[in-house]
């Protein structure tokens, strides 16, 4: 082994090279097709008051139907597309999507007042310089009031720049638009953030929902976020409430907003409209 000639060395390397240099072309391609002939797809995934059992707000979700590879899930393709630089597009294609939807839905009166449709942002995305004017044009475009919406981001792309991420938020605050901090308690960074960033929820993660109630340190965990939230004046989202001895837990601990497959899986926009009028 020691005496593998460098040259083969080499040769082994261009090989890996070339292999990664065509996986990336063909993503590349994949992911403008995908974009033009409408290969994705948005789920939505209802946000339910317990209390008064409404919907009060939905999650979008993307979904890629690959041609070979049938249907992709994020956790799949995100991390390739972000690495590839490719996020940024598709994340637009989410925005839009998003909004178009939650247009249609609010012409039609179908939801209640104080709705919010949460967007999913990718660091990339919102790195972009031009993020908070795009966002407004879309918004313009569908003529839907800022209010209606909800962008989800997450602690690693605040830990990134945090002046950049502020001036970004604030600019988009102040048209109206809501924020959540996305999977809290899972991004190992500083709490000091809290209180520079206009910030109206937070969502606990699910891997604490998964184990509140075989777990005391989980608890622990909820209970202290759910305290903080409170003192901090922002709305707390449970994520990934699958039973209902969680949601009573939850309840108990005064958490009263929740998302689950106990309520509803992510689904597609003309189911997620059947749940609006059931
Ligand atoms: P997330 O934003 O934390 O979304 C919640 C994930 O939990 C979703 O997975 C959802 O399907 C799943 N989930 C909901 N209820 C339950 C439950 O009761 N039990 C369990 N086990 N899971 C539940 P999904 O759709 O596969 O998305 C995974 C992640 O991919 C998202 O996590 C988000 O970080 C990212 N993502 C999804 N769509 C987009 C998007 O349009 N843009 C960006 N930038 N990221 C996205
Ligand atoms: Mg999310
Ligand atoms: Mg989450
Ligand atoms: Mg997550």
Redesign the pocket.
């Known amino acids: 082994k020691a005496k593998d000639s460098g040259r083969n060395k080499v040769i082994v390397f261009e090989d890996k090279m070339a292999d990664a240099a065509n996986r990336l072309r063909q993503l590349k391609a994949d992911c403008k097709q995908a974009l033009a002939e409408e290969q994705f797809f948005?789920?939505f995934?209802p946000q339910i008051n317990s209390e008064t059992k409404q919907i009060i707000g939905a999650?979008?979700?993307?979904?890629w139907r690959h041609p070979e590879r049938g249907v992709i899930?994020?956790?799949e393709f995100?991390p390739l597309l972000e690495e590839a630089g490719l996020?940024t597009k598709?994340?637009q294609w989410?925005l839009k999507k998003s909004i178009e939807t939650t247009a249609d839905w609010h012409n039609q009166n179908l939801v209640h007042d104080g709705f919010k449709i949460s967007?999913?942002?990718?660091p990339q995305?919102f790195r972009q310089s031009g993020f908070a004017d795009e966002v407004q044009s879309i918004i313009h475009d569908y003529s839907l009031e800022a209010q209606l919406i909800n962008l989800?981001i997450?602690e690693s792309m605040i830990i990134d720049d945090i002046a950049h991420t502020a001036s970004s938020m604030n600019d988009l605050r102040n048209i109206g638009i809501n924020f959540s901090i996305?999977?809290f308690g899972t991004g190992y960074s500083n709490l000091n953030y809290l209180k520079q960033l206009p910030l109206d929820v937070i969502?606990v993660?699910?891997s604490f929902i998964?184990d509140l109630l075989n777990d005391q340190n989980s608890i622990a965990i909820v209970h202290t976020i759910l305290t903080m939230a409170k003192q901090l004046k922002l709305t707390t989202i449970a994520?990934?409430?699958?039973t209902n001895e969680q949601l009573l837990e939850l309840k108990k601990m005064g958490c009263h907003v929740y998302?689950?497959?106990?309520y509803s899986?992510?689904v597609e926009a003309e189911r997620f409209q059947q749940l609006l009028t059931d």
């Open positions: 948005l789920v995934q999650e979008a979700l993307i979904r899930s994020p956790g995100i996020m598709v994340g989410v967007i999913n942002v990718s995305q989800e997450t996305d999977d969502k993660d699910q998964r994520e990934g409430v699958e998302q689950g497959y106990l899986p992510p």
